[in-house]
């Protein structure tokens, strides 16, 4: 999973951040608080679960419906697997037409 914020200020008043994150970081603060550095993921009111993301310039919370996040979770797990068969095919492929077995 990947995060970017640019600055709603203007130039030279704080830089843009990124935040990379296991998926499994979000799969798991769906049921209790995770994460100990710049990505903090916990539970928060009824049905949403919170995303705290911390730079040098600031913190902010990020707010997503459980459901919602649980969809996404779902349908990216799911089309990882059908990527990952698909590379996998078109690696052997290439592979056997390389070492002049296709």
Known sequence: MRLDFAPAAGPGEGGAATWVFARSLLEEGVGVAVGDGDVRVRPGAAGETDIELV????????????????????????????????????????????????
């Open 55 to 102: 730079s040098l310039y600031g913190s902010c919370v990020v707010r997503l419906r459980t459901d919602t996040l649980c969809s996404f979770l779902a349908l990216s797990e799911t089309r990882s697997a059908q990527v990952s068969t698909r590379i996998r095919t078109e690696l052997d492929r290439t592979l056997d037409a390389i070492l002049g077995r296709a």
